[in-house]
């Protein structure tokens, strides 16, 4: 079945350093592509999708291409900042399916 | 505002009882869903529900209940039988025409403590 790999974490950055978290999948046909955060305490909030293969979605200097031919959807900042310490979640839609299925979760901590 | 409101934030249980969790949204979503998050476990899908009086199980639907009889309310009943129900919850919902281009709209969740 369809499927979200993320890399695990939890991911210890300095401020204005560089972030991938890496993400591959698994699925049939052409799922849609997310990127959630979830700052502590709180629910998932959306950051960034994509649609279709070689979209760019992109939002808070986040970024992240829908690449097909590795099945990957790499989270990517140029520097980050403290306030980014959060949970990030991979996931896809499929279409045959419309639910969302999730990764297990990349743990941030960017410290000053 | 339009969105998902989850109450309580904090919720405490004792063992052998029942407990129920509100989800109601306005935002004029067909589907909706429950989740369960433990640590570093990712987000497990409970049950989905896509039109009134409707609803599916998902992946850990054991010793949990549901219910749709409005659009706008999925409550989840967490009943004595789930064997380790401390979790975070987390309710979602979606425009079943609109979820490849907007995903889910998530609560802010509910902590459950068995004590």
């Known amino acids: 079945g369809d499927s979200v790999t993320q890399m695990e974490g939890p991911v210890t950055l300095s401020e204005e350093a560089c972030l991938t978290i890496n993400c591959t999948y698994t699925a049939t046909g052409y799922p849609s592509l997310f990127w959630y955060v979830q700052y502590p305490g709180e629910g998932l909030q959306l950051l960034l999708k994509a649609t279709k293969a070689d979209d760019k979605g992109s939002n808070k200097g986040f970024e992240a291409t829908y690449r097909k031919e590795t099945t990957s959807f790499h989270l990517e900042k140029g520097s980050v900042q403290v306030s980014d310490s959060a949970v990030y979640f991979c996931a896809l839609l499929s279409g045959g399916y419309n639910k969302l299925i999730f990764g297990a979760g990349t743990r941030l901590a960017v410290h000053p | 505002d339009g969105g998902i409101t989850q109450s309580p934030k904090y919720l405490f249980r004792k063992e052998g009882q029942n407990v129920t969790l509100s989800c109601e949204q306005n935002?004029?979503?067909?589907?909706m869903y429950w989740y369960r998050q433990d640590p570093g476990q990712g987000l497990r899908l409970i049950y989905y529900s896509q039109i009134v009086n409707d609803f599916q199980k998902g992946d850990i639907a054991e010793g949990y209940s549901v219910s749709r009889e409005k659009k706008e309310s999925f409550p989840l009943t967490v009943t004595s039988a789930q064997k380790n129900p401390t979790a975070f919850y987390l309710c979602?919902?979606?425009?079943?025409?609109?979820?490849?281009?907007?995903?889910?709209?998530f609560g802010s969740g509910t902590r459950l403590t068995v004590v």
């Open positions: 935002l004029n979503h067909d589907a």
């Open positions: 979602a919902s979606s425009r079943r025409d609109r979820e490849k281009e907007h995903g889910y709209t």
